[in-house]
Every structure is written in C-alpha cells, then in structure tokens.
C-alpha cells in the first residue's frame, strides 16, 4: 500500500469532473480569501486606532510626576515644586534605541478671546522641535506656522479658530491662572491653525512655546508636567517603559514611567477581544463550508463505487480505499488553497498599500477608545494567522472526506460489480 | 396539404407537474439534500441571530449616545451647531412653537423624554486651577428622564427644582479641580452682552458616567441660573427629544419640519437628527453593520456555491431523466422549472428553519439580554458613547423580511445555471446516457 | 396529389447530417417514406444505419437537415421547440431501449404521465392504465418504482406509456435490446396484440431478427438510405 500513488489518483481523479472539482474548491478557496480578508482589515483596524491613540498627540510613553494623573494639577511637575533637570532626563530617554522622540509638555487650563468670543481651552506648551518629531498632529497645518519662541505666538485648533471667528494674524487674550495664584493674562497673535481630526481636540488646545507658556504660569524652566516619548513601534513601548524607569536617574518625588497600554487598558482588552474573534470566524466559515465539500465528495465516490468494488474484489483492503479518497480530499484542499492564494495575495497587497477610502459612506470619522479612525479599508499582514487559515481549509477538507471515504471502504464488491 | 399548428391545443403551464417532480427529486436525494440545507439552516439562523444582537447593541449605543447630547431629533438654530455661542440661542417664540409642535399626538406618543437646554463653553476654575467646562443649563424635572447622568450620582444629588446657585460636576473635572461636595467655584463665560461674566457656584452632586469627555467636562446647572449669570433670561439654545424607537426618526424629523416651516424659512430654527448631530456614532453603527455585511455576505457565497454545486450535479445525473421528459412532451422552460423549483424549495426550507431558529434564540435571550462582560468589560467606549456589555437582541419585522428575501435571492440566483443547463439539452443526445 | 392527411407519418427527401469536429456524417440520406396509421414494422439495419437517427427525426427529437415530416398531419419543421413538445405529447408514443421511466414515480405514475401532461382527469387515467395493466397481464405492479421492477417489466411498463396517450404512432428503438427470449417474446406479444386490438401504429428501430420476423412491413435502411421496403400479410 505504501507504494501506491495515492497523491497521483486524487489528484488524477479531481480532473475527471472539473465543474465539480472547480464548485468545489471555489466554496473552500472563497472561505480562506475571506477569512484571511476580514482578519486583515479587523487587524488593520486595531493597529490604526492604536496608532492613531498614542501618534496623534499623546505618544507611547507617558512621564509624570506620580500624583499628576488623574488630577492634572498645574503644580504636579516632575520633580515637584522644585523642578528637575528636564535636559538630563531627555538626554537618557534620547539614548534608549527603541525610542525614537521625547518631548517635554506643560499644561494649564484657561480661556481664549478674540474680539468676538471666548473659548475655553487647554494650552499646552511645547518644544516644536522635538514635538514634530513625536507627534503627527502639528505636521500639517491648515493655515500659518508654528509659533516661534519669545514672540507671544500662538497656535490653536481648528475648531476654536472657528468658533472664536478668528484667523492667522489675528491678536488673542490668554487668561489664565499662575502657579503663584495670580489671573495671568497676555496678548498673543495666532501664527497657525491646526487640525487632528479629533473635534473635540482641536475645539480645546491652544499650543505655544514651552518657554513662553512657562513664562505665563510663573513657572520657572526646569518644571514640566510631562515628557511624551514616541517608540517604533506601540507593541515595544511596555518593554521600553520599564528599560526607561530603571535608566532614568531618581526623581524626587517619584515618577512614573506608563506606556500607553496602562494609560488605556480597555483599548488593550478590546484588542485582545478582536484576536479571539477571529477564531470564531475562521471556525464559522469553514464550518459552513465543510458541508459543501462533503456533500462533493459523496457524489464522486458514488459515482466511482464500481472503481472501489473493482479494487476491493482485486484483494485490496477498505484502508487503501479510504486512503484513495482522503487523497482526493487532500487534493481538493490543495487547488483550493492554491486558488484563494492566488486570489488573496494581490487582494491583501493592494489593500495594504492603496485601501479604499470609505469616507464616502460614512461621511465621519469615528472614534473608539479616544482614538480617531479613518473610514479606509487597510488591512494588515499577519502570516502566522495566514498558515492558521490554510491549515483550517486543509483540515476542513480532509475532515469532509472522511465520512466518504469510509463509506466507500464498505462498498459491497460483487453487488456493486453487478449492477445494483 | 399539412393541418396547421392551431389544430394543436396550447401548452399549459404544468405547474402540478413541475411541483410534483421537483418535490419528489429532493426527497429522493435525501442526503444530498439535506447536507446543502444544513448549511443553509446555519447560516440563516447565525444570520438572523447575529443581526437581532447587532440591531439590539446598537439600538442601545444610539439610546446612550443621545441621552448623552442632544436626543434623537434636535431643534435649533442653524448656526448653533458649529458655533455654540449664546447669541445663536432660540428666541422664545420659537421655542414655544417648537414645544407646541412637540405636542402633536403623532409626535407625543413617540417621546419618551424632552428637555430644553442652555449648552455654553466656559472656563470652571478654583484654586486649585482651571479647566475647560460644558455647561448645560436645564430644567431639572424634565432634564431627570432625558439624561442618564441623573442616575450616575457618585456623590451628593441631581439638581432640584428649587436650586440656584446648585451645580452638578462630573468626577474628572471635580478631581482636577480639587474640589469636594459644598465646594464653590467658579465659572467664566461670555454673556449675551459679549463681555466675560463669571458665576459662583456650589458642588451639590458628584457623578461618574464612565465616559471620560462628559466625566472632565460637564456641569449641569439650574437654567434659572445660566440666565441670571448670562443676562438670556430662560433662552435655550436646543430642545430635544428622545424616542421609544430609533426607527421613527424619520418620521418625527419630517413632521417636526413641516410645522416648524415658517421658522427654518427664516434661518430662526432647525431639524437635526441624531445622525447629523452625532456623525461619529452613525459611522460607528454604520461600520458594525458593516462588518456583518461583509461576513454574512461571504458565508453566504460560500453555501450559494454549496447550492449550486448539489443542483448542477443532479441535473447532470439527471440528463437521460430530462431527455425522457422532453421526449414525452415536457418543453425545455418547463424542464428548467423543475430544477429551479428544486433549488428554489430546498434554499426556501431550509432558510425558514435557519431563520426560525434564530428567532427563537433571540426571544429566548429577549427578556434578560445577554452578558458580555466577560468579553467586553465595563469600561469601553465606542464614538463617545459607554458601552453596557449587557446586550438585548433586537427583532424588527423589516430586518426579517431583509433576511428572507435575501435567502431566497440567493437560492433562485444559484439554481439559475443548472436551470438553464437542464433546460438546453439534446433530447436526442441524451438518449446515449444512462442516466 | 393523394390527400395524405390520414397517414401516421409522412417524409419527403429527408437528410440529416451531423457536423463532428471537421468532419460530416450523413446518417439519413434522402429518406422518403409513408407510414399509415395501424401499421407494424420495423426499420432494420445493423448499429451506424442510421435507423435510430430516422426514427429520432420522425419522432420530432432532432430536426431534418433538409427535407419535410409530416406526422399526423402536422409538418415540423415549420413548428417551435414549443409546439414540437406538445407534438410529442399529443401524437408520438416513446420506447427506449432501456431508462425509459422516470425513477421517482411509480409504475401507474409512470404510465399515465403523458395523460397527466394533456390534462386528462384522474379517473380517466387511471382507468385506461388500469385496463392496459389488465391486457397485460401487469395487474398488482402499479405502486411499485422501476427499481422494484425486472428489466422486462419496465419497458411493459414504457409501453403502457407510449400507448395509454393514444398517440397516432408509437416509435420503439430496440425495445427488446436488453431483454432475454422469454421476456422479449412477451413484450414483442403485448406491443402486437395492441397493434391488433386497439390499432396502435408501432415502428421499431432494430436489428433483432426476431422483431422483423413479427413485423408485418421491413424497412431495411443501409447507410442512412432505404435499401428495400417489404410488406408481407
């Protein structure tokens, strides 16, 4: 039995009803494109609104002073009310080869006036340099520039320049309240206008110079509230965090070092949920699959009974027929997995480089965990999930064979010979 | 001379015939026909099952998120929306339409909920610092049904109609400004006569939403109080309503605009739903569905192609069957009837049990929802709106018919081919087979 | 010109020639033949004739390349695949040579198909049925499948079929083929009985000597041409 071409007669025998073969190795093979597809997008999904939480503005990695969260209070610096060196703190976190930026932060609530409204805002203060380096959302602003140091400039977002009917060039009041307990309040020219995408981020923040907007606070240069840091990639930033808060030199009082899995866990957990999802629908669809395939083979050992009377009457035992038509089920799963790779490939390849976007049937952008999602199709690769799925058609494809092939080791050969 | 065709009496339909056979060759069939109808009563029942919960989660993300701004359907002025200034409030006449039109029986009987608010931005500070706030000035006893924030009290009370200087603050902002129940504080905003005005005014209650935009942000307060801060009496600046069903939206939208005609003619008012008024949410529910689109659409292929598959290959085993057909007088439309009646009753069948079956695992879930928490967690948030991982399925006549049509297209369009194959063969060659 | 209307079938100059991959096959050649109604005979030859080709043109299967059929007044090539099957229910009676019935209905089923086709009441079907049955000697058979039924049975059971329609003629293309003796003398019997009885026009496509011998009037076709046409009484 061992030198019988099992592998030559399935496969020989799948050409002799090519329509059959085709139907169904096209059911298998839509199953493998789709389930590859659909994982791919959900994946590409994951890694934007991932992406998207901790590139726009935020970054990886989070330094504050410990009892800065969830207060935010203004006196919360790193260091406490005595400040820190920020440049040796950056100098090490600059060092670590998983990082790629750093930036230092200030924050302070307070109001915004044009002649013609007021809004509440968030400013923060920003070194623009490394800022640009860390964070996408300043990268292309709709209107101006960015604010030079020194100069009273500012800039804010979209939707406060909206709603404060005001444009570059025109002349703000900051108002604000001081680490010293006094209103502070200052002129300032809007030098530019940015948009992230996030209504409510840029209806909020107005962003200047660090130094200037230490200046305002009463604030003296060695106190920040925060140092954002931008890793390679978001899945090494709990590694890097930890690498970081035994790297950096002691502060007093302490610091923490939070990657953005701690800063938002429900994100984490629903990533985790989308992995097991895709279990679910791997076992769905070729579940639904198997009963075409099985329903395949049963025709063609039916029709092919005499063939197996034949081969039993010659003395052959029912395990070699069996072995006949598990081979037939191998081969099925072989062309259809080389159709749906012939299929997905392309199909995954294009819409990782070029997704459609499909903002047009949306018509918003949507966001989840915090985190903005552009309506376009991009899926991800994942080869390991890929020989996951084509083990699943292999396997779907053996299993539905199975039942047949027994079946058909039992044919009664003398009956079957004569006709009945 | 030859008769003429007349003296021939005209073909009748058959359709006993056809039915008969059809009917007969799937019972004959047992095991083939019943391993395609076995994916077919899968797939239908996941499909309806699946979209019952979707229909059911999202109908409560939608119920969340517009007790959470503005309710179903909105009114108010065209330029409010991108503004959100004081000086785009309703004039009181226009409110009293407004409210007047709200009364309409075909309206009322829809509202579960209406509250008329004053939405500004201000500045809330203490001196512990400052923060940017959403105040949201209401009447509290029409404010306590609409909301969900009443109920989310962690500390302290909601608002009583007898307050003044009363605020109700979300824990974010409270933490942030290091405030406690009977704190005061203070809030700055512009005021109708454009300068900066500020208010005092007393932490009475404390709530926790979950969702950290409303936790960090928003303070109610009485709307007696926003007017003698602001100098706009008692203005508002949107009335809105929530609905029994999210599927009347429409039609509530629509009749609200025909009585509020002259007013939108006059740039004074307008309809929002909440599709416009919260664009992040419906492309939330608009990717769910979506996404079940795009998996049952496969899945379906994938028995579509099943089907196909068992139809064609019986007709081919069929084709000296066909042959004696046609020889005995049966014409080729009617030979493809068969096999399209045949297609056509296994995909009906077996898609009426799938669907029946999910029918009944949806009643069966109806009354006390399902728990998905184990999966989902208390905390997630979806497009501003927090997700309760308790999830009710939802059946609607509409999504029923949507799924039984769907089958049924799905099952004609796979018997199409092998109709026509049985419908175009040699009544001569087929005489050569056996079968 | 004789006023032929009253002949069962009626050919004038008939080809039929198939077109296979490059090349032709003339398998009718020039066939022109009269049939009246109540006639027993065979078309002979041996396989590749043309004979089963003949009886299939004549039976309205496939259509003449040239020349004209007329059968039972109606000539076919003028008529619509439509109007050819209504043809075939209502004037035509068919015989196979085996897998004549349809394997999901019974053997009264089976045999009053073509009634049921015409829109004949049920009574009257299962009247004529169960008389034929009777003639038969197939009394008892009606509720069983073909599968429950021998090879001789079956194409009793076909030729009940052919004849319960009243057709104006019933073509059988080599009837007894897969039959033993016995059996094919008993349905060679049943079909002449018929014949005597009730009139019934049968024209055989065979090379079963045995079948020519009971025929009253043998065509012999050789090479898709009529190479003699004997009556005997």
Known sequence: MSDFPWLRIGWRNLGRNRKRTGLTALGLAVGFVASVFVVGWSEGLMVEMVESATSLVNGQIEIHDAEFRPDRSLYDTIGGREGTDVQALLRVIDGDASVVAAAPRVYAGGLVSSGEATSAGLFMGIDPARELELTRFLDQLVDGRLPVAGQNELLVGEEMARQLSTGVGDELVVVTSGADGSMANDLYTLVGIFRSGLTDLDATFAVMPIGDLQTLLVLPPNRVHEIAVATADPMVAEATAARLADLLPAVDPAIEVVPWTVLNPAMVDYVALADAMYFIIVGIVFGIAIFGVANSMLMATFERRREFAVMLALGATPRSVWAAVLSEGLAVGVVSLALGAVVAFPLMVWFHNAPPDMSRFLGSDVTIFGALLSPSLRVEYNVPFWFACATALIVTALLAALYPAIRAGRTPPADTLSGL | MAKTLMTLRSQPMQVGVILMLALRNLRRQLRRSILTASAMIIGGWLLLFTFSLGDGTHETWIDSGVRMSGGHVTVERPEFRRSRKIEDRLSADVRSTIERALEAPEIAAQVVAQSARLTINALASSPAGARPAQIIAVDPLAEAPFSMFDDQVLEGRYLEPDDRLAAYVGIGLVESLDLRLGSRFVVQAQDTAQDISGQLLRVVGIFQSGMPEADQTVIHIPIQTAGDWLGSDRDVTNVGVVLADSATVASVATHLERVLAEPIAHGDASVLEWRESNPALYAAVAIDNFGNYLVYGILFTIIAVGIVNTVLMSVLHRHREFGVLQALGLTPGQTGAIVLVEGLTLTAISGVIGVSLGLLTTWYFFGDGIDFSALIGEDMTFSGVVIDPIIVPMFRVSRLSQILVFILVIGAAASIYPARRAATIDTAEAMKFER | ?233
Do not use: C
């Open chain 3, 1 to 233: 010109m004789t006023d032929t209307d009253s002949a069962a079938v009626r050919t004038d100059g008939l080809w039929k020639i198939f077109q296979q991959e490059a090349e032709e096959v003339t398998a009718v050649r020039d066939v022109s033949l009269t049939i009246e109604r109540g006639e027993f005979m065979a078309l002979a030859g041996p396989s590749g004739s043309g004979k089963t080709t003949l009886l299939n043109v004549i039976g309205g299967l496939t259509r003449s390349t040239r020349g004209e059929v007329v059968v039972a007044g109606h000539e076919v090539n003028a008529m619509s695949n439509q109007e050819l099957a209504r043809l075939r229910l209502d004037e035509v009676g068919f015989i196979f040579q085996a897998y004549n019935l349809l394997p999901v209905l019974s053997a009264m089923e089976n045999a009053e198909f073509p009634m049921l086709l015409q829109g004949i009441g049920a009574e009257e079907r299962q009247a004529r049925v169960r008389d034929l049955f009777e003639r038969t000697g197939m009394s008892g058979l009606e509720d069983r499948r073909p599968g429950k039924l021998s090879g001789g049975q079956q194409q009793r059971v076909a030729v009940v079929r052919a004849v319960a329609s009243k057709p104006a003629l019933v073509l059988a293309d080599e009837p007894t083929a897969n039959l033993d003796s016995a059996s094919s003398e008993a349905l060679l019997d049943m079909m002449f009985e018929l014949n005597r009885d009730l009139g019934v026009t049968f024209v055989f496509a065979t090379h079963d000597a045995r079948v020519m011998e009971r025929s009253r009037r043998v065509v012999r076709i050789v090479d898709g041409s009529i190479d003699s046409d004997e009556t005997h009484t």
